[in-house]
């Protein structure tokens, strides 16, 4: 993960909106070209690819925030009909048309900070209706052409209050209506639960990801963020295509995903909002897992998409070297949606979604300036936005 292939001086040619060829300057085969970019002092990357991120959502919750800084948990307001359960229950008042605006803004915006891939998860609906809504409003995201997006049905994402004493009923809700319905409209590539202390036993997970199984959805799930919940393990088991969040990740859950083709997906803006720990990933690295990184952009947990600060927790945070970080922001996050054919680095035939960053000294001058606005142009299909 630390191979980050650079060509000081070079050029790249784009066209008919993918990357056609790049190489060191004085090889290049053409010398004009219909637009062309004077990079000098420049660097050249590859789009972000986020590929964890629950951005169609009704209102964002700063009250929240404000509890949590009085001294709240982020659990305690769960409890207390907060968290997911307060976001549904706006959602289910919200139209789709509207739900759509808001979140066609939010993706035109994290494209303006480098997105250049992303996945977008249901689950603030919890009714078969809301959560047909939410993916209709992330299929209509897709139809918009303009990035690659993925959707994924989180339909257990919180057990809604009124099946509290009655679990396994909303989880037959979830298996026998909505995903018939998900799978006969084809309004999702994944299934996510949120397997953890409080939310999904794994049990439910197990049974929830053998449903998604029949319909032809891969898991890519929540897992661990709260607690050793046994989440990576079962995800491992349904050959989850990533498991995402992982700060409770020890010795038995290393070993899991060692023996699997599942990737480790670290999503630090959110230990870093909700002041958890972070996710071991010099474990990680070290016993050679695939680690991607994503921005989870949500209303309760990581209020901000913006993968360019994603890069500089991972450093700051998680000790990750540059290099790895880039590669996990790019082509592991194009992995963790099975679009690294398409997107996720510099290589001919791939959609020419690409940052140019300001003058800079070093590739390490990215992440070490955090916050900085260091992107110059974003261009996505070779059109720069
Ligand atoms: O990924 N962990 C579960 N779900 C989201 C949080 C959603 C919310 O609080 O609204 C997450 O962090
Ligand atoms: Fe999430």
């Known amino acids: ?50 590929s964890h991120t629950h951005l169609v959502f009704a209102a964002w919750r700063e009250n929240e925030f404000v509890y949590r800084i009085k001294g709240l948990s982020y659990e305690e307001i769960a409890r207390r009909g907060g968290g997911i359960l307060h976001s549904a229950a706006r959602l289910q008042d919200t139209s789709e048309d509207y739900l759509f605006e808001q979140a066609l803004a939010r993706l035109h915006q994290v494209i303006s900070m480098g997105t250049g891939a992303i996945e977008i998860k249901s689950g603030y609906g919890l009714t078969p209706a809301s959560e047909l809504k939410m993916l209709r409003v992330i299929r209509r995201l897709k139809h918009e052409n303009i990035i690659p997006v993925k959707a994924t049905f989180l ?5 809604p209050t009124e099946f509290k004493t009655n679990r396994s009923e909303y989880i037959r809700l979830l298996t026998e209506v909505m995903l018939p319905e998900i799978a006969s409209e084809g309004l999702a590539d994944y299934i996510d639960v949120f397997c953890d202390k409080g939310f999904y036993t794994v049990e439910e997970t197990d049974q929830i990801l053998m449903a998604g199984n029949r319909y032809g959805l891969k898991p890519k799930i929540h897992a661990n963020e709260l607690d050793y919940s046994g989440g990576i393990q079962v995800g491992v088991k349904h050959k989850a295509i990533s498991v995402d969040h992982l700060e409770y990740t020890g010795e038995n859950e290393i070993a899991a995903l060692s023996s699997s083709d599942t990737i480790a997906t670290i999503l630090p803006s959110t230990a870093f909002f909700l002041g958890l720990p972070y996710a071991p990933a010099r474990n990680m690295l070290e016993n050679d897992l695939c680690v991607a990184l994503a921005s989870d952009y949500n209303p309760g947990s990581s209020p901000s998409g913006n993968m360019a600060f994603i890069l500089s927790l991972a450093c700051i945070k998680l000790k990750m070297l540059p290099e790895e970080a880039f590669n996990a922001l790019t082509i592991n996050g194009a992995a963790a949606m099975e679009i690294s054919s398409q997107v996720g680095s510099i290589t001919p035939l791939k959609s020419a979604n690409l940052l140019i960053t300001k003058p800079v000294s070093s590739l390490a001058y990215l992440p070490y300036s955090f916050g900085s606005p260091w992107i110059d142009k974003v261009i996505v299909k070779g059109q720069v936005i």
């Not at 066209?15 to 004077?38: M, N, T």
């Open 1 to 50: 993960m630390g191979d980050f292939h650079t060509i000081d001086d070079a050029y790249l040619l784009v066209e008919d909106g993918l990357i056609k060829q790049f190489g060191p300057d004085f090889s290049c085969p053409v010398d004009r070209a219909d637009v062309a970019l004077d990079c000098t002092g420049k660097i050249v990357l590859p789009s972000f690819c986020d």
């Open 155 to 159: 339909g257990a994402h919180a057990m």
